[in-house]
């Protein structure tokens, strides 16, 4: 509630003013003393924001440098883009190839025999199924030869229940299976066509059918029939035959199920447009120095531009006698030491021809100096001649990515790099596997005897876990194998229906599954490798020999690096003490000595790995923000403390004021009578 205060009642006195004048001659010192203090923090404040956006500014251009993938980008240039296009990846080697196009792969396409008037023509119910694999098919004399099961791609059944043409077609595509349904318009009528939705010859399409009710038999041109396609009977056309791609890279012959080829040149995707009819096409892998080029600029002007941030917040200005905020602050001078101290420090353990950044054409100004755009660059800052470091990528652009990247060099080709981390110290370290410490699949062996079964309704399905990831029911297709190449072929689907099934996808566990025809028994080995690497049969019957067979678990690698324990998991060894953080992928069946590797830090790397710990919430710039915060919050409560202070001021001083009012309109009301008596007197 708001006091209620009057002027001098009688007096004439101006109480609210002396109190009022009063009251700002005592709050004034401290109000400024606060003001002041406030200022000096929320300046600080605002400098180490400055501070920590240029810190964060410069880690973004050093963060890019410390793979050395940056430093091994490549281009590919095709000599005509009409015949197939190429991108390259940084594992891509340099140099000039020939690649000829002789065959543009294609995908299966089967149209029906038939026609018909309309698209709700009953045709027939009952279930298609689609197998893939390759298909040996003479279109011209109708002779079916072969059919070779494809083992990453399971047999796919669709129920027809409206066995109209437009039915069986919504049917097939709506299951998603792998093939695409149409009804085409040939003139003479509507025809049924599938066509496999992947290219290559071993996308080609073997259509069984059975039918519900059976209208004569699942083979001949009656009723769903009409659309089967097999060694019993060829009753559709193939209009398109499954085949691969056919290219030759240097004379060397490649074949591959797409148009887009990759692995025929290491690093290289071509993406196959048409034949080159003979004639090859120049393909040519260079080293994209522009990118590098254009990463060092950024990184060399980024760091220019730290160096400025912190001359401006903690330098003096002889000139104009202005000072930094942060001059004389030990925090931003130790940060300025240790960047200034890292770029000084030559790359601990590197070899080759370059070892410090002068070697590359990075040199420090020991004088400001003019730029051409007239601004002045600062003592201390960075300059590249660019010439020389034209010369250095020329020379090996390798070796000047590890002037600035963590890269990791095992004298091993079986061992690779994979990490490290700010605690990986620089060093060579030995590798080494114990007796028996390679990685290992885990297995799933079958019961032997295995050499003839029959699937039927009742035995064709089994369910199993690999890698822990539960699978739903696996079915096979029914039938009598008897040999062993029909074993092998259904070795075959058991590994593609393992690789397709929804659960196991998602947890992306996967195997390979083989027939043993010395032991007559099945055998599924999971992908992955380690301890986790588990297969378990978790529901079967005997006649697959998988209900009494043995499961083998796999095992993680052991072995030590730079003579201490490292934690194996899968092919993965983790390092401990100066090696913590390293981690390593060991292939090979050798255990042993697996050689060494030397682990370098360059300066990017270093630098990224410093201002990351100048900028985590327990940094010490946190530490400093958070001490001019506290400051200001300090202030306001001192302010709250000083407003409280002057309110009880104020109570008193009016209090005293308004007594002394009215004191003197006593007084003078005496004055008053006495005056008045006086006269009395005197008359």
């Known amino acids: 509630m708001t006091d209620i205060t009057v002027a001098g009642i009688g007096s004439g006195l101006d109480v609210n003013g002396l109190v009022e004048q009063l009251v700002a001659a005592e709050a004034a010192p401290t109000t400024r003393r606060l003001d002041q203090q406030e200022a000096g923090f929320q300046a600080t404040l605002s400098s180490y924001g400055t501070l920590k956006g240029a810190l964060?500014?410069?880690?973004?251009?050093?963060?890019?440098?410390?793979?050395?993938?940056?430093?091994?980008?490549?281009?590919?240039?095709?000599?005509?883009?009409?015949?197939?296009?190429?991108?390259?990846?940084?594992?891509?080697?340099?140099?000039?190839?020939?690649?000829?196009?002789?065959?543009?792969?294609?995908?299966?396409?089967?149209?029906?025999?038939?026609?018909?008037?309309?698209?709700?023509?009953?045709?027939?119910?009952?279930?298609?199924?689609?197998?893939?694999?390759?298909?040996?098919?003479?279109?011209?004399?109708?002779?079916?030869?072969?059919?070779?099961?494809?083992?990453?791609?399971?047999?796919?059944?669709?129920?027809?229940?409206?066995?109209?043409?437009?039915?069986?077609?919504?049917?097939?595509?709506?299951?998603?299976?792998?093939?695409?349904?149409?009804?085409?318009?040939?003139?003479?009528?509507?025809?049924?066509?599938?066509?496999?939705?992947?290219?290559?010859?071993?996308?080609?399409?073997?259509?069984?059918?059975?039918?519900?009710?059976?209208?004569g038999s699942n083979t001949d041109t009656s009723g769903l029939s009409k659309f089967a396609f097999s060694a019993a009977a060829t009753n559709m056309d193939q209009t398109v035959a499954g085949q691969d791609a056919q290219i030759k890279v240097n004379g060397l012959a490649i074949s591959r199920e797409s148009n887009t080829v990759s692995g025929a040149i290491q690093g290289v995707i071509l993406n196959l447009v048409a034949v080159t009819a003979g004639t090859p096409v120049q393909l040519t892998v260079t080293q994209d120095q522009a990118a590098v080029t254009t990463a060092v600029n950024n990184f060399v002007s980024s760091f220019n531009d730290l160096i400025a941030t912190l001359d401006s917040l903690a330098g003096f200005d002889p000139g104009t006698g202005n000072a930094g905020v942060l001059i004389g602050d030990s925090t931003v001078r130790s940060i300025g030491n240790e960047i200034r101290r890292i770029f000084g420090d030559a790359v601990p353990g590197i070899t080759g021809p370059f070892t410090s950044l002068a070697d590359i054409g990075i040199t420090t100004l020991a004088l400001n100096a003019e730029q051409a755009d007239g601004s002045i660059l600062m003592a201390g800052s960075l300059v590249v001649d660019s010439d020389k470091l034209q010369q250095s990528l020329d020379t090996d652009a390798d070796a000047v990515g590890r002037l600035f990247a963590a890269t990791g060099t095992p004298s091993d080709s079986l061992v690779n790099f994979v990490s490290s981390t700010s605690n990986t110290q620089a060093g060579t370290y030995l590798i080494e596997l114990d007796s028996g410490g390679q990685a290992t699949q885990g297995n799933y062996t079958g019961s032997g005897g295995i050499s003839s079964l029959t699937l039927n309704s009742g035995n064709k399905t089994f369910a199993l876990s690999v890698d822990g990831a539960q699978s739903g029911t696996i079915t096979l297709t029914e039938g009598t194998y008897n040999t062993d190449g029909a074993l092998a072929t259904l070795a075959a689907e058991i590994q593609g229906s393992i690789n397709a099934d929804s659960g196991l996808l998602a947890a992306l566990a996967s195997v390979t599954a083989s027939y043993d025809t010395v032991n007559d028994q099945f055998l599924i080995t999971s992908s992955s490798y380690g301890s986790t690497s588990v297969i378990a049969i978790t529901a079967t019957n005997a006649t697959l020999g998988l209900a009494t067979g043995t499961a083998t678990d796999g095992n993680d690698v052991a072995g030590t690096i730079g003579g201490s324990i490292a934690t194996g998991s899968g092919r993965f060894l983790n390092g401990h003490g100066n090696a913590s953080g390293l981690q390593v992928e060991v292939t090979g069946s050798s255990d042993g000595s697996r050689g060494s590797i030397a682990f370098t830090r360059g300066y990017a790397d270093r630098l990224n790995g410093y201002i990351s710990s100048l900028l985590t919430d327990e940094g010490i710039l946190n530490a400093r923000t958070d001490g001019a915060q506290e400051g200001i919050d300090g202030i306001e409560e001192q302010r709250v403390d000083l407003a409280e202070r002057l309110k009880v001021l104020e109570s008193r001083l009016r209090s005293q004021f308004t007594a002394l009012d009215t004191l003197l309109v006593q007084l003078r009301s005496t004055s008053d009578f006495l005056t008045q008596q006086l006269a009395v007197l005197n008359n």
């Open 56 to 215: 964060a500014s410069f880690q973004g251009a050093v963060s890019s440098m410390t793979s050395m993938t940056s430093f091994r980008t490549k281009t590919a240039s095709v000599a005509d883009t009409d015949k197939f296009t190429a991108t390259a990846s940084s594992i891509a080697t340099t140099g000039s190839y020939s690649v000829e196009v002789s065959q543009l792969a294609q995908a299966n396409s089967l149209v029906g025999a038939d026609t018909f008037s309309a698209v709700t023509d009953v045709v027939g119910t009952g279930a298609l199924t689609f197998r893939f694999g390759t298909t040996v098919y003479d279109s011209g004399t109708d002779t079916y030869t072969s059919f070779t099961v494809n083992a990453d791609k399971p047999a796919k059944t669709v129920t027809i229940t409206d066995g109209s043409l437009q039915g069986i077609r919504d049917a097939v595509n709506t299951a998603d299976i792998g093939v695409t349904a149409n009804i085409i318009d040939d003139g003479s009528g509507f025809r049924l066509l599938f066509v496999s939705d992947d290219s290559g010859a071993d996308s080609s399409l073997e259509i069984v059918v059975a039918e519900n009710p059976v209208v």
